[in-house]
């Protein structure tokens, strides 16, 4: 059992008891417990197996360490059980809506009896949510937009938890005999931020398909079998993920994994095109189509095979360079790969400094040393330390007399740290009105300015757009972070002209973040493409709150991927010396 199930279970326990009205002390303890799990890089199955004793955890008590156990070594909670049995088990999803908290939800059961996602919408269909105490028709309206943004992602996971979930099934598969290959295809191996379901593509030795299914099937994870047949099959692991399982020939690997990385979109226009020169592309192969015959699903003699065994062969004999798995949405990489104009997209290495991250400072968890360590042996060259302005309320921010005392503590920092420049920075408010929330004074004396929007995210769209581009105007903004502030599965982008934001990023010579936080990727890939159009610059940042959060990098740079962005888009594959002359660009065009 992974670690994200455990946490998903006695995350769903804490909302039930504190639904039920239990213990705030008891209820602060799982949350805590799930905090520190969050925090742990081996799982927690794996330390048991060690022998270690998992109460030497901060957070962690006896109790809290005995579910652990109980759920590793049973796939179930007792405890769980019990407390469901008083409080139904649907009323810890309604409290992932934005807007409705436990107390929210058991004012919404006790007094309207609703348990579920629907019933809640007919509740305030019919008005009985407005004129519930501590409601109100602002916080009937706002359930009402969550419904929605929930409604649109049920059922689909960040990318970075189904890598999670997916890894230990490969591992699991990779363990037999007479597996060829074994990949994820489809949205997981196109790296788009969040996916449906799972489509592994499995190559197998003949004779071996049923020893393959058989273990498939057979997985611990698996709650739920869906289909079994010889070369297809379809399981629900117990976090409700869906994988399904193909097995394919030799000679069909390349045209499967063509086929089922889709997208469909991108499939689609493959096979029309192939249609035109009288080819046959499916996922068994490449084939010349017979003659006579232009339906391309009316026969099973699918004509002469030219290959198929390979994706670049396939590729190559339909006239095309190998199109990366991240450009295939039809968005013209099929006319950019026949004129061999494909972009040479960006890559992890070729990064060379982190942009946005907080220390203790303000909300993160590390020193700054700490932090700028980590980046070191990441191979950076530069960071940027972006600790919060005061405005958010829910973190201690740098105040103008703090920031001061910060750039003292860089300055000694960077006296003992070779080979990594710190940068003077700090992730600055935007306010209601499009002004800085920070001193003049102090914006001066920052080596860059990060402006972003973290609060009133529910202000009408043009006054919105004003607000950012009013703050984009500042002569000492250089990045726009998190441009939409959306957090995937969560909280949908706030009301923005996007386009207008870019045009003035454009104008005003201001870069725009990709913020690389699995849980943000904002921009989205459209997005950040539409910014190179404009020839806005973008800036890949890991937005980290403690070290290990500086690995988030890989996410953003396959955004920007998908996004066609090539390393002279991202500004922070600058080297230091190029980057600080265009933080510099505004005196040198006065000059
Ligand atoms: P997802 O799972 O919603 O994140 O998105 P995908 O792209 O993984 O879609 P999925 O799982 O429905 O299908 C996997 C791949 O299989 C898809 O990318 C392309 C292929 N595929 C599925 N249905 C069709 C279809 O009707 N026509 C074609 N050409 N390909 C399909
Ligand atoms: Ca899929
Ligand atoms: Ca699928
Ligand atoms: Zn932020």
Same mark, same amino acid.
């Given at each position: 059992?992974?670690?994200?199930?455990?946490?998903?279970?006695?995350?769903?326990?804490?909302?039930?008891?504190?639904?039920?009205?239990s213990?705030?002390?008891r209820?602060?303890?799982?949350?805590?417990?799930?905090?520190?799990?969050?925090?742990?890089?081996?799982?927690?199955?794996?330390?048991?197996?060690?022998?270690?004793?998992?109460?030497?955890?901060?957070?962690?008590?006896?109790?809290?360490?005995?579910?652990?156990?109980?759920?590793?070594?049973t796939?179930?909670?007792?405890?769980?059980?019990?407390?469901?049995?008083?409080?139904?088990?649907?009323?810890?999803?309604?409290?992932?809506?934005?807007?409705?908290?436990?107390?929210?939800?058991?004012?919404?059961?006790?007094?309207?009896?609703?348990?579920?996602?629907?019933?809640?919408?007919?509740?305030?269909?019919?008005?009985?949510?407005?004129?519930?105490?501590?409601?109100?028709a602002?916080?009937?309206?706002?359930?009402?937009?969550?419904?929605?943004?929930?409604?649109?992602?049920?059922?689909?996971?960040?990318?970075?938890?189904?890598e999670?979930?997916?890894?230990?099934?490969? *591992?699991?598969? +990779? $363990?037999?005999? &007479?597996?060829d /290959?074994? #990949?994820v %295809?489809?949205?997981?191996r196109?790296?788009?931020?969040?996916?449906?379901?799972?489509?592994?593509?499995?190559?197998?030795?003949?004779?071996?398909?049923?020893?393959?299914?058989?273990?498939?099937?057979?997985?611990?994870?698996?709650?739920?079998?869906?289909?079994?047949?010889?070369?297809?099959?379809?399981?629900?692991?117990?976090?409700?993920?869906?994988?399904?399982?193909?097995?394919?020939?030799?000679?069909?690997?390349?045209?499967?994994?063509?086929?089922?990385?889709?997208?469909?979109?991108?499939?689609?226009?493959l096979?029309?095109?192939?249609?035109?020169?009288?080819?046959?592309?499916?996922?068994?192969?490449?084939?010349?189509?017979?003659?006579?015959?232009d339906?391309?699903?009316?026969? *099973?003699?699918? +004509? $002469?095979?030219? &290959?198929?065994? /390979?994706? #670049?062969? %396939?590729?190559?004999?339909?006239?095309?360079?190998?199109i990366?798995?991240?450009?295939?949405?039809?968005?013209?990489?099929?006319?950019?790969?026949?004129?061999?104009?494909?972009?040479?997209?960006?890559?992890?290495?070729?990064?060379?400094?982190?942009?946005?991250?907080?220390?203790?400072?303000?909300?993160?968890?590390?020193?700054?040393?700490?932090?700028?360590?980590?980046?070191?042996?990441?191979?950076?060259?530069?960071?940027?330390?972006?600790?919060?302005?005061?405005?958010?309320?829910?973190?201690?921010?740098?105040?103008a007399?703090?920031?001061?005392?910060?750039?003292?503590?860089?300055?000694?920092?960077?006296?003992?740290?070779?080979?990594?420049?710190?940068?003077?920075?700090?992730?600055v *408010?935007?306010?209601?009105?499009?002004?800085?929330?920070? /001193?003049? #004074?102090?914006?001066?004396?920052?080596?860059?300015?990060?402006?972003?929007?973290?609060?009133?995210?529910d202000?009408?769209?043009?006054?919105?757009?004003?607000?950012?581009?009013?703050?984009?105007?500042?002569?000492?903004?250089?990045?726009?972070?998190?441009?939409?502030?959306?957090?995937?599965?969560?909280?949908?982008?706030?009301?923005?002209?996007?386009?207008?934001?870019?045009?003035?990023?454009?104008?005003?010579?201001?870069?725009?973040?990709?913020?690389?936080?699995?849980?943000?990727?904002d921009?989205?890939?459209?997005?950040?493409?539409?910014?190179k159009?404009?020839?806005?610059?973008?800036?890949?940042?890991?937005?980290?709150?403690?070290p290990?959060?500086?690995?988030?990098?890989?996410?953003g740079?396959?955004?920007?991927?998908?996004?066609?962005?090539?390393?002279?888009?991202v500004?922070?594959?600058?080297?230091?010396?190029?980057?600080?002359?265009?933080?510099?660009?505004?005196?040198?065009?006065?000059?």
């Amino acid at each position: 059992m992974e670690n994200i199930e455990i946490v998903g279970v006695l995350g769903e326990l804490a909302d039930l008891l504190e639904i039920k009205g239990s213990n705030p002390f008891r209820i602060r303890a799982y949350r805590n417990a799930i905090q520190t799990i969050n925090g742990l890089t081996q799982s927690l199955e794996g330390m048991i197996e060690d022998g270690e004793d998992l109460t030497d955890l901060p957070a962690v008590g006896k109790d809290i360490a005995g579910h652990i156990e109980e759920l590793i070594s049973t796939g179930g909670l007792s405890r769980l059980e019990e407390v469901a049995a008083e409080v139904p088990r649907t009323l810890a999803e309604l409290v992932k809506l934005d807007g409705v908290g436990p107390k929210k939800v058991k004012k919404l059961w006790n007094e309207l009896g609703v348990t579920t996602v629907d019933q809640l919408e007919e509740a305030l269909e019919a008005d009985r949510v407005v004129s519930l105490e501590g409601f109100g028709a602002k916080s009937a309206e706002k359930i009402r937009r969550s419904i929605e943004d929930y409604r649109k992602q049920v059922g689909r996971f960040l990318l970075s938890e189904a890598e999670v979930l997916i890894q230990p099934l490969l *591992d699991h598969l +990779g $363990e037999i005999d &007479g597996l060829d /290959e074994l #990949e994820v %295809a489809g949205s997981f191996r196109r790296r788009r931020e969040t996916v449906g379901d799972l489509d592994l593509l499995a190559c197998a030795v003949e004779g071996s398909e049923e020893a393959i299914m058989d273990r498939f099937v057979n997985f611990p994870s698996v709650d739920r079998v869906v289909s079994a047949g010889v070369t297809k099959g379809a399981v629900v692991l117990r976090s409700g993920l869906e994988v399904d399982l193909r097995i394919v020939p030799r000679e069909s690997w390349g045209a499967a994994l063509l086929y089922f990385t889709g997208s469909k979109e991108h499939s689609v226009a493959l096979r029309t095109r192939a249609v035109r020169q009288g080819l046959r592309v499916n996922e068994w192969g490449v084939f010349r189509a017979p003659d006579g015959q232009d339906d391309e699903e009316s026969t *099973d003699d699918f +004509g $002469e095979r030219l &290959g198929g065994t /390979e994706e #670049e062969e %396939a590729y190559r004999i339909l006239g095309l360079e190998w199109i990366p798995p991240v450009l295939r949405e039809n968005r013209g990489e099929i006319e950019a790969a026949e004129k061999g104009s494909l972009p040479s997209l960006v890559r992890l290495d070729d990064i060379r400094g982190d942009l946005q991250m907080h220390s203790m400072w303000s909300d993160g968890k590390a020193s700054i040393e700490e932090m700028a360590l980590r980046c070191r042996e990441l191979g950076y060259d530069y960071l940027a330390m972006t600790d919060h302005s005061p405005n958010l309320a829910m973190v201690q921010g740098v105040t103008a007399e703090k920031a001061k005392l910060q750039w003292r503590e860089i300055e000694k920092i960077q006296g003992r740290l070779e080979g990594i420049t710190v940068f003077r920075s700090m992730e600055v *408010d935007i306010l209601k009105d499009g002004s800085l929330d920070m /001193e003049e #004074e102090i914006l001066e004396g920052l080596d860059l300015v990060v402006i972003s929007v973290h609060t009133l995210m529910d202000m009408a769209k043009t006054e919105m757009t004003d607000r950012v581009i009013e703050a984009m105007r500042h002569p000492r903004a250089d990045i726009l972070a998190h441009p939409t502030g959306r957090l995937l599965n969560r909280r949908e982008p706030f009301a923005l002209d996007v386009e207008a934001v870019l045009h003035a990023a454009a104008e005003f010579d201001v870069a725009v973040e990709l913020n690389a936080s699995p849980r943000r990727l904002d921009l989205s890939d459209v997005h950040v493409r539409r910014a190179k159009e404009l020839g806005v610059k973008v800036v890949i940042s890991t937005d980290a709150h403690e070290p290990r959060a500086l690995g988030s990098m890989r996410f953003g740079v396959e955004q920007a991927r998908r996004g066609w962005l090539e390393p002279g888009d991202v500004l922070n594959t600058m080297s230091v010396e190029a980057f600080r002359s265009w933080l510099g660009r505004r005196s040198e065009s006065q000059a």
